[in-house]
């Protein structure tokens, strides 16, 4: 696809002229099967004569030069000057050959247009404005031959646009048309200038290419034949290719909208999955505080039992010294006990004894009570004690439970990270372009707004498929929070702070 044009010349004899002619006029009975008879109407016919009047302008054409040839020979002989006669001579000699109507008759061209000068310029402009400018182009060619040009036909029922004309055999001095390699290259100069202005020059030159080391196919020039003949079947070929390339499409577009759907779906998956992570969260909190507010209590509970032994420990001290007090107040009354009496000898021992009122007294004022205050003392220990064991067992039991309950839902957590990591990943080898139509800022802001810190973002998508793409969308985040505080001090300090 280039910015170019191009014009191609061949000879043509009496017995193609008119089936030529015939060919660009659209006749019917040689109209070519790649042609869109719905378009043949914007095509620009041109005035293509007869082949009995292309004869008599080939003729005309010799006449006239022999006439002016014969002029000049005769004025040279005047002039008595040699050199001027030998020329003239020269000149008149070369219109003696007659013309042959049986031979070539004319020369006819093509004028086409590369792809991206045809879609780009040409095909925007109207009718007459193409046409004006093929006829200038044209125009030129046939003065480079120093001939006569006619029947300019515009072709736009084809593939591309192109312009068909025709050039006279015989050049203004009489002489059979012959156009040398420099002539060639010569109109494929004139015929770019009237385009030059839209950007269209003339194409690369045979000798440009192999130069450049081109494939022998860009310096192989086709003829206006070959090129006619070759563009059904390029045209076909072309059809095929679109037809490909649109069922290509279809199927890429199929699979697009089943990832975009899978997609949707993961998101989908994925929202509720944070809503799940959200709600284990809130759990595993609660858990916590139940857990630090037992460990709390039971270690109350510890200290009151600590205390309550405290307590036992001094009651029996109180016992056993009101026991040692009642014993001082109560020193009972001394007697004299007969221990051994027989007929050679009595004995006696001083003892202390007691009635029966100071024992009452003993045991009712300080011993009984103390004792019984310890008895029912220790009975609540006790009891506490239980409580505390009972307490004690339930909480181990609760963080059994809860232990056992999270590492369910780590398992399950995992399992699921598993999946939706390996769902991705497959997702994203079998569609590589879908990361680009994720929104992956707007979800990190929606984490952020649910409390969650950036780098708690960061860490839940490490090795993933999605990490590189989170990571950059919290460098953003973090980039405009920066900027944003940086404006905020600008605002309140001014700038430079």
Same mark, same amino acid.
């Given at each position: 696809m280039?910015?170019t044009?191009?014009?191609?010349i %061949? ?7 008119? &089936?030529?002619?015939s060919?660009?006029?659209?006749? /019917? ?6 042609v869109d008879?719905? @378009? ?13 009047? $292309? ?6 054409m010799?006449f006239?030069a022999? &006439?002016?040839?014969?002029?000049k ?11 001027k006669i030998?020329?003239?001579?020269k %000149?008149?000699?070369?219109? @003696? ?9 004319a020369? @006819?061209? $093509?004028l ?7 879609l ?5 402009l109207?009718?007459?404005e193409q046409d004006?400018l093929?006829?200038?182009a044209?125009n030129?060619v046939?003065?480079v031959?120093?001939s006569t040009?006619f029947g300019?036909t515009?072709h736009?029922?084809? +593939?591309?646009?192109?312009f ?5 055999a ?8 012959n156009p ?5 290259r010569?109109?494929?100069d004139e ?7 839209f ?6 030159s045979?000798?440009?290419?192999i130069?450049?080391?081109a494939?022998s ?5 086709k003829?206006?034949?070959e ?8 045209l076909?070929?072309a059809k ?8 290509? +499409? ?5 699979e ?10 993961a /998101?989908?998956l ?8 959200d709600?284990?969260?809130t759990?595993?909190n609660?858990?916590?505080?139940n857990i %630090?507010?037992?460990a709390?209590e ?13 307590e036992? %420990? ?6 056993e010294?009101a026991k040692?007090i009642a014993k ?9 006990v ?7 000898q ?5 003892r202390i004894?007691?009635t029966?009122s100071?024992m009452n007294d ?8 103390a ?9 609540n220990v006790?009891i506490?004690e ?6 004690e ?7 059994r439970?809860f &232990? ?6 780590e398992?399950? &957590? ?20 879908l990361?680009?139509?994720?929104d992956?800022k ?5 984490q952020?707004?649910?409390?969650i810190?950036?780098a708690e ?7 993933t +498929?999605?990490?590189?793409q989170i990571?950059?969308a919290?460098?953003? $985040?973090?980039? /405009?929070?920066?900027?944003q ?6 605002r ?5 702070m």
């Amino acid at each position: 696809m280039s910015m170019t044009i191009s014009v191609r010349i %061949e000879p043509t004899r009496a017995s193609d002229y008119c &089936q030529q002619r015939s060919h660009d006029l659209r006749e /019917k009975t040689t109209t070519p099967g790649y042609v869109d008879d719905d @378009r043949t109407i914007l095509n620009s016919p041109g005035d293509i004569p007869s082949l009995e009047k $292309i004869h008599e302008a080939n003729e005309n054409m010799k006449f006239v030069a022999r &006439q002016e040839t014969e002029a000049k020979f005769e004025k040279a002989k005047a002039s008595g000057d040699d050199d001027k006669i030998k020329e003239a001579k020269k %000149e008149k000699n070369k219109c @003696r050959k007659s013309y042959d109507r049986n031979g070539v008759v004319a020369y @006819r061209g $093509i004028l086409t247009f590369g792809t991206n000068a045809r879609l780009g310029v040409i095909d925007k402009l109207s009718s007459q404005e193409q046409d004006s400018l093929a006829l200038e182009a044209i125009n030129r060619v046939a003065n480079v031959l120093d001939s006569t040009f006619f029947g300019i036909t515009a072709h736009r029922d084809e +593939a591309s646009i192109h312009f068909h004309f025709y050039i006279l055999a015989t050049n203004k001095f009489g002489k059979k048309l012959n156009p040398t390699k420099p002539d060639l290259r010569k109109i494929q100069d004139e015929a770019a200038k009237p385009f030059n202005k839209f950007g269209i020059s003339r194409g690369k030159s045979k000798e440009a290419w192999i130069k450049e080391g081109a494939d022998s196919s860009k310096t192989i020039h086709k003829s206006v034949s070959e090129l006619h003949a070759d563009l059904p079947f390029e045209l076909e070929a072309a059809k095929k290719e679109l037809t490909n390339i649109k069922e290509l +499409a279809r199927l890429k577009q199929m699979e697009l909208d089943i990832a975009k759907k899978d997609l949707l779906q993961a /998101k989908e998956l994925l929202q509720k999955e944070q809503l799940d992570i959200d709600r284990v969260r809130t759990e595993l909190n609660t858990e916590k505080e139940n857990i %630090e507010g037992a460990a709390k209590e039971y270690e109350t509970i510890k200290l009151r039992c600590d205390g309550a032994e405290y307590e036992v %420990e001094k009651l029996k001290n109180i016992l056993e010294k009101a026991k040692n007090i009642a014993k001082n107040q109560f020193k009972g009354k001394e007697y004299e006990v007969v221990t051994k009496n027989t007929i050679l000898q009595t004995v006696t021992e001083t003892r202390i004894l007691y009635t029966t009122s100071d024992m009452n007294d003993l045991v009712n004022s300080v011993a009984a009570e103390a004792f019984f205050e310890i008895k029912e003392r220790e009975a609540n220990v006790q009891i506490n004690e239980e409580i505390i064991n009972q307490k004690e067992k339930n909480l181990i039991k609760e963080k059994r439970d809860f &232990q056992v309950k999270n590492a369910e839902k780590e398992a399950i &957590q995992i399992v699921r990270d598993r999946a939706l990591q390996a769902f991705s990943s497959a997702a994203i080898e079998l569609h590589p372009n879908l990361l680009s139509d994720l929104d992956f800022k707007s979800w990190v802001e929606i984490q952020i707004g649910l409390g969650i810190s950036l780098a708690e973002v960061k860490e839940a998508v490490k090795d993933t +498929a999605f990490e590189d793409q989170i990571c950059s969308a919290c460098l953003k $985040i973090s980039e /405009k929070e920066a900027q944003q505080d940086h404006q905020e001090q600008e605002r309140y300090y001014g700038p430079g702070m």
